[in-house]
């Protein structure tokens, strides 16, 4: 499965985002999607996950509360609404697919979009 990273954008700290993530396939709802950020020089980090039916969900420590994972499997969309935005959650945000086991390892995602930039100015 393809998967598509959109909705990124510039925005000032205490605002909102919501993110895309668009697949290819039907064969999207079989699987746990992850959302995954990285800024200049520091490695990819998890942000949150969510499993195939949607009916479990985890997130980083550092979005608990402001960030909300959800999917339509009917429109092999996953989305990430980001609230509360602080300038060090500017990085570039990218979805990727496991298996239909919720995990948070970024070693069993593959998969991966494109990545869409997200900018938040203090």
């Known amino acids: 499965v393809q998967l598509q990273a959109s909705g990124g954008g510039l925005v000032q700290a205490g605002g909102s985002l919501r993110l895309s993530c668009a697949a290819t396939d039907r064969t999207f709802s079989r699987y746990t999607i992850g959302w995954f950020r990285q800024a200049p020089g520091k490695e990819r980090e998890f942000v949150a996950a969510i499993s195939w039916n949607g009916g479990v969900t985890d997130y980083a420590d550092s979005v608990k509360g402001r960030f909300t994972i959800s999917r339509d499997n009917a429109k092999n969309t996953v989305y990430l609404q980001m609230n509360s935005l602080k300038p060090e959650d500017t990085a570039v945000y990218y979805c990727?697919?496991?298996?239909?086991?919720?995990?948070?390892?970024?070693?069993?995602?593959?998969?991966w979009g494109q990545g869409t930039q997200v900018t938040v100015s203090s």
């Open positions: 990727a697919r496991a298996g239909n086991i919720l995990t948070t390892m970024r070693v069993a995602f593959g998969s």
